[in-house]
């Protein structure tokens, strides 16, 4: 399902479906909803990372073998392996 969310003059199509930062595909972008079940402490680091709900990222590239992958996030470039990339809830944004 897509909902179309008007925001001055430009429109973003958000997909509502909820999935981990893992799921994305290089070049998708995704707006962080939130954090699945894991370690608090290791939430604690994403948070201070700016990774905090509303923020927007962009899956850039992912190593050949899946791990570790590199996201856009506030101007910099972070790179996270898998476990941790699935702490993170997101909906893709196009």
């Given at each position: ?7 001055g003059s ?22 962080i909803e ?59 944004v196009h």
């Amino acid at each position: 399902m897509t909902i179309i969310k008007h925001a001055g003059s430009a429109i973003k199509h958000v997909d509502s479906e909820i999935e981990s930062l893992r799921d994305l595909q290089v070049g998708e972008f995704g707006e962080i909803e939130g954090f699945n079940a894991g370690d608090n402490s290791y939430k604690k680091k994403l948070l201070s990372l700016g990774l905090t709900r509303g923020t927007r990222v962009k899956l850039l590239r992912v190593a050949p073998l899946g791990d570790p992958m590199e996201v856009e996030v506030r101007g910099f470039r972070l790179s996270l392996r898998k476990s941790e990339a699935e702490i993170l809830k997101v909906k893709k944004v196009h």
